[in-house]
């Protein structure tokens, strides 16, 4: 199976390796398209391991949830990747649909790296309709 992420790699071979715990997102790219997989694949707990502690107690899992669930997730696309020291910037299009209606989630996300391993930190939304 082709990963969600859009690398044209196999997923075992790609996210999956970050899902599974055996490898950590080299980069805050990497880490932004396995986020995208998670949610893809509804790995909720990866969504959780990956995110700022301080940041977590402001995100709505079970809605994450909810919407993980019933979105089909289309692909994405990286508008525009950037890092310096621990801070990373990226800025995505996402594209899926709900209950057959295409929307595109345009958000620009900064990440953190901490010992060694990159966390979402916060995510600004750029537009949401198509
Ligand atoms: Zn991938």
Same mark, same amino acid.
């Given at each position: 199976?082709?990963?969600?992420?859009?690398?044209?790699?196999?997923?075992? /071979?790609?996210?999956?390796?970050?899902?599974?715990? /055996?490898?950590?997102?080299?980069?805050?790219?990497?880490?932004?398209?396995? @986020?995208?997989?998670?949610?893809?694949?509804?790995?909720?707990?990866?969504? @959780?391991?990956?995110?700022?502690?301080?940041?977590?107690?402001? *995100?709505?899992?079970?809605?994450?949830?909810?919407?993980?669930?019933?979105?089909?997730?289309?692909?994405?696309? *990286?508008?525009?990747?950037?890092? /310096?020291?621990?801070?990373?910037?990226?800025?995505?299009?996402?594209?899926?649909?709900?209950?057959?209606?295409?929307? *595109?989630?345009?958000?620009?996300?900064?990440? @953190?790296?901490?010992?060694?391993?990159?966390?979402?930190?916060?995510?600004? *939304? /750029?537009?949401?309709?198509?």
């Amino acid at each position: 199976m082709k990963c969600p992420c859009g690398s044209e790699k196999e997923y075992l /071979k790609c996210c999956g390796v970050y899902h599974s715990g /055996k490898e950590v997102a080299p980069t805050a790219e990497a880490l932004m398209r396995s @986020r995208y997989s998670a949610f893809a694949k509804n790995q909720m707990a990866y969504l @959780r391991d990956t995110t700022d502690p301080q940041t977590l107690d402001l *995100i709505d899992e079970e809605a994450n949830q909810e919407w993980a669930e019933r979105a089909q997730f289309l692909k994405l696309e *990286i508008v525009k990747a950037e890092e /310096k020291g621990t801070k990373g910037t990226v800025e995505f299009k996402a594209f899926y649909t709900v209950d057959d209606e295409e929307y *595109i989630h345009h958000e620009v996300s900064t990440f @953190r790296k901490q010992a060694g391993q990159w966390f979402f930190k916060s995510g600004k *939304i /750029k537009a949401e309709k198509k």
